[in-house]
């Protein structure tokens, strides 16, 4: 079979789908492979940022840096190394959520690979899956209310082609839409926003200090 017959309209039309599940979890020995790699990615990059190595003279013995790596300060230094690796790898999970919205994934599915909740998904990626559905013409995708003293996030739910909000009350108490739950309009959700944000006003007296 060569490479015209195996990429058929078949093949293409499989392609445009996203498989459920489209992943499995690693196994012990991967999981510990992938912990082995960043290790040694994290020990690299500690030798090139640690002061101490970078203050070994030239004649020191070639194993002198391995010697180090016993010193505080170059543990701190892989300490740094390993929060540049987990900035990298956030920066490298936003391109991969984005990419995965274009290609028809939903925040449902974004949610379980990150092993967080749809809500969450839609919290930390807004804009993921705006591609598979556009608000209405004018409206931004994501806009902010003010209301009674706290704050409401209202944003286009691409996948349901709908409008969903989470916020908090001036009292401190937190609140959203629901896990499965969108509105038709913005207005709607905004109004639905707006009398949480009532509810959750902070009273004042009659010269106007917080009770």
């Known amino acids: 079979m060569g490479s015209d017959d195996y990429y058929d309209d078949a093949f293409a039309d499989d ?17 510990a492979q992938i912990r082995t790699q960043v290790a040694d990615l994290a020990t690299e990059l500690a030798d090139q940022l640690s002061t101490r190595v970078q203050a070994l003279p030239a004649d020191a013995p070639e ?13 701190l230094a892989r300490m740094r190394a390993l929060r540049e690796i987990r900035t990298a790898a956030e920066m490298l999970a936003d391109e991969s959520a984005g990419a995965a919205g274009i290609r028809g994934a939903g925040y449902p599915q974004l949610g379980d690979a990150w092993a967080i909740t749809r809500q969450g998904a839609r919290k930390k990626w ?6 598979m559905s556009q608000p209405p013409a004018g409206q931004e995708i994501r806009t902010t209310i003010e209301a009674f003293g706290g704050t409401a996030d ?6 349901e ?4 909000w989470i916020g908090q009350g001036a009292d401190g108490t937190p ?4 896990e499965e739950t969108t509105y038709d309009t913005r207005e709607e959700a905004a109004a639905i926003a ?4 009532q509810q959750h006003a902070v009273p004042t007296t009659a010269n106007g200090d917080t009770k």
């Open 161 to 164: 082609g709908g409008w969903w």
């Open 126 to 131: 807004p804009q993921a899956v705006s591609a």
């Open 63 to 75: 194993d002198a840096h391995l010697v180090v790596r016993d010193a505080g300060d170059w543990v």
């Open 175 to 178: 609140g959203d839409a629901g």
């Open 15 to 31: 392609m445009a789908h996203v498989r459920d599940p489209a992943w499995t979890d690693p196994d012990p020995q991967q999981a």
């Open 194 to 197: 707006g009398a949480f944000l």
């Open 154 to 159: 209202l944003s286009w739910h691409a996948t």
